[in-house]
C-alpha cells in the first residue's frame, strides 16, 4: 500500500511504556472518509460509532477508560481506587462502565496531579470504549487536559464529536 494510503498518526507524549495507544488520529488522505470536517494533519473529531468502527479498520480498539484512567497514573493523576473500598477519599469518584457484552467495570478515580504530556494533547477530548453504566446512549470520555472525566453531559453522548487514540 503507498505510504499515502495510510493512516498518519501524531504521536504526542507517548513514551514506549505507553506504546499501545496510537496517538491522536489526525487526517490523512488514507481516512478522509472518517473525518470529513478536518483539515489534512488536523485531529479527526467523530462520534462514538464511528471512532470504533475506525480503531476496528485498522486492528485495534478504542481504549477503556481503565486503560487511560491508569495511563493518566503514569503521567502523575494519584490513582485507581476499586469499588469494595468502603471510605472513599476526598477527590475521587466513581466511574461505572459497561461493554457490549454485559461486562461491568467499576473504580474510583483521581486526576489530581496529572499532568498533560502537551499542550495539543489537552486541547482534546477522547471516546473512550467504556458505555456509562446509567445510561446507554453516553460513553466516557478522557480529557486530554486535566487527565479524566468529567465535563458536560452532551460531550459523552455517543453522537457528539470527540477526538480519537486507539488501543492495539
Not at 514506549?16 to 489526525?26: C, K, T
Not at 490513582?79 to 466513581?94: D, S, W
Not at 480529557?143 to 487514540?165: M, Q
Request: charged share 15%; net charge negative.
Amino acid at each position: 500500500m503507498p505510504a499515502l494510503m495510510t493512516s498518519l498518526f501524531i504521536l504526542i507524549g507517548f513514551s514506549s511504556a505507553q506504546a499501545a495507544l496510537s496517538g491522536i488520529v489526525v487526517k490523512s488522505t488514507g481516512n478522509q472518509t472518517f473525518c470529513e470536517k478536518a483539515e489534512l494533519g488536523q485531529p479527526c473529531r467523530m462520534n462514538f460509532y464511528q471512532a470504533k468502527i475506525y480503531c476496528e479498520s485498522i486492528d485495534a480498539t478504542l481504549p477503556t477508560v481503565r486503560e487511560l484512567a491508569t495511563w493518566s497514573i503514569s503521567h502523575g493523576a494519584k490513582g485507581i481506587l476499586e469499588t469494595a473500598k468502603t471510605v472513599v477519599p476526598e477527590g475521587y469518584y466513581l466511574v461505572a462502565s459497561v461493554y457490549d457484552d454485559g461486562t461491568k467495570d467499576e473504580f474510583y478515580f483521581s486526576h489530581e496531579g496529572y499532568q498533560s504530556p502537551s499542550a495539543e494533547f489537552s486541547k482534546e477530548m477522547f471516546w473512550t470504549l467504556s458505555t456509562a453504566a446509567q445510561n446507554k446512549n453516553y460513553a466516557h470520555v478522557f480529557y486530554g487536559a486535566f487527565g479524566g472525566g468529567g465535563g458536560r453531559p452532551e460531550e459523552h453522548h455517543k453522537n457528539y464529536l470527540n477526538s480519537v487514540l486507539c488501543s492495539n
